[in-house]
Nanobody, 115 residues
Framework: QVQLVESGGGLVQAGGSLRLSCAAS????????MGWYRQAPGKQRELVAT???????NYADSVQGRFTISRDNAKNTVYLQMNSLKPEDTAVYYC?????????WGQGTQVTVSS
């Protein structure tokens, strides 16, 4: 059964940091690029960062230099380290496959950045 479980969100002041985690079913984690996405109120879901099975990374311009995506293949887990957070980073964050195909979305984790 495909499963994605995100955690680590919370309320933080602008300039602060959070680390998100996503535990994935081994069946989808192995050999696949993974990605972090976010959806702010009233906006479409957008891609934040991706990481290939080999560790290659790519970031949206809005988070470049502030966010770092990583993965632990032994734990089937992908992380998102978020530094220098801004109020505009407020959103529900989700993980999923990092390519053109998606699997069922998890519940996401809420990140709220206060000014």
């Amino acid at each position: 059964q495909v499963q994605l479980v995100e955690s680590g969100g919370g309320l933080v002041q602008a300039g602060g940091s959070l680390r998100l985690s996503c535990a994935a079913s081994r069946s989808i984690f192995m050999f696949n690029a993974m990605g972090w996405y976010r959806q702010a109120p009233g906006k479409q879901r957008e891609l934040v960062a991706t990481i290939t099975s080999g560790g290659g990374t790519n970031y949206a311009d809005s988070v470049q230099g502030r966010f770092t995506i990583s993965r632990d293949n032994a734990k089937n887990t992908v992380y998102l380290q978020m530094n220098s957070l801004k109020p505009e980073d407020t959103a529900v964050y989700y993980c999923n496959l990092g390519g053109s195909v998606r699997v069922s979305w998890g519940q996401g984790t809420q990140v709220t950045v206060s000014s």
